[in-house]
């Protein structure tokens, strides 16, 4: 198949997912199309069944904000012509979805057939496609898109809920490469972040307010007093400053390590006894998957599609959004018993093999198959 691929390209789950996908595709002898107005950040391997389609969206004086879904358009419709593709697969509705259904009406005045399949993350029905000055365009292009596919039940439900959507939503989970974790092992890095044994806590984001960094802040805090403790903190963004300024009003500042933006933070998910993850919302929880393929139990919310991945008890505890106390808790309990630690390491990493890339790409590649189909007999 020639597949056309369409993300951002930053620090992100819906980003991260898409180039898995991509690569994961390509390895198996799918020939995929990205097109971003950046390379995406994992994006970071040749393969000859990988292609790379930029596009720039110039200053022009005219335009207070420039026009992003016209130039993506545009590239999708170039790509679609010259690279042939016989599917395209956009990641987040907003604004791509939307730019898909351009492109598939440009392209039919052409007498070419492109069917889209559209991946809902999350932000873009839980948090921006809430903005009634979305909805009808949301709505539409959800509806006029080939398939549409949830990576949550949680999602899928919230969407349905939030817009009146005629379409069949498939849930297709987030995963990983289980492969890349079995191997995996600590580094030395650890005597160097934690050199008298303390624990180690790790949180990973783009600390946006949704992700409620305060809170792991004072689940640390409480940790510490308990267990000696140090907390690393991988991922940048708006809420860093305020992150920053509260741990040295806490005091806690000299045990907190910030890293900053890591593509891949295997070696340091590979030093960590808990994964921190209080967010507000999560429509599944990449980040807390990737710390369980590293046998790092997960102390996080109850929101979205977290209790589809992290499970009550066994791979980590779930507690109510703001519950810093019940976290807290959770994550002393844990910190605390050596052999009920090791358990958890354990159910954490067979929990995160029901969510291998195996198990997931073939039913992405059945609804690619099904719309090739259903094109070829309506042509």
């Known amino acids: 198949m020639n597949i056309g691929m369409v993300c951002f390209p930053t620090y992100g789950g819906s980003g991260v997912v898409a180039t898995e996908l991509g690569i994961a595709l390509a390895n198996k002898g799918h020939k995929v199309h990205f097109m971003s107005y950046s390379q995406p950040f994992r994006l970071n391997q040749f ?54 259904y351009t492109a598939q009406q440009i392209l039919k005045s052409k007498k070419i057939n492109l069917p889209y399949v559209t991946t809902l993350h999350g932000t873009d029905i839980t948090l921006v496609g809430r903005d009634p000055a979305f909805e009808p365009v949301i709505r539409f292009s959800l509806n006029h898109s080939n398939a549409i596919t949830s990576v949550s039940e949680s999602l899928k439900k919230e969407t349905l809920n939030t817009f009146k959507i005629d379409n069949k939503i498939s849930v297709i989970p987030n995963f990983i490469n289980i492969k890349d974790y079995e191997n995996a092992r600590e580094h030395c890095g650890k005597r160097k972040y934690a050199p008298k044994g303390e624990k180690i806590l790790v949180h990973i984001s783009n600390f946006r307010k949704v992700k409620r960094v305060e809170d792991v802040m004072h689940v640390f805090d409480q940790v510490r007093k308990e267990v000696p403790s140090k907390l690393i903190l991988v991922g940048d963004g708006p809420e860093k400053a305020a992150m920053e300024q509260l741990s040295r009003h806490l005091g806690i500042n000299h045990d907190v390590i910030n890293l900053g933006k890591i593509a891949d933070p295997k070696e340091i998910l590979s030093m960590a006894d808990l994964f921190i993850l209080p967010s507000e919302t999560e429509s599944f929880g990449l980040s807390a998957l990737e710390a369980m393929a590293m046998k790092v139990p997960v102390i996080s919310t109850n929101s979205g599609g977290l209790p589809e991945v992290n499970i009550q008890g066994k791979t980590g505890f779930l507690s109510n959004v703001g519950d810093v106390d019940d976290m807290a808790a959770n994550a002393i309990k844990l910190v605390s018993n050596a052999k009920l630690l090791d358990q958890f390491r354990e159910n954490a990493f067979t929990q995160a093999k029901k969510f291998d890339i195996e198990k997931i790409l073939p039913q992405y590649e059945k609804i690619y198959n099904q719309l090739m189909i259903k094109e070829a007999i309506i042509g």
């Not at 335009?63 to 992003?68: A, D, G, L, S, V």
């Open 47 to 100: 393969s000859e069944n990988l292609f790379y389609h930029e596009f720039n969206v110039n200053d022009y004086p005219l335009f207070e904000y420039q026009p992003y879904e016209s130039v993506l358009a545009s590239k999708i419709v170039d790509v679609a012509m010259y690279e042939q593709l016989d599917v395209l697969h956009v990641h987040y509705a907003i604004p791509h979805a939307s730019v898909a």
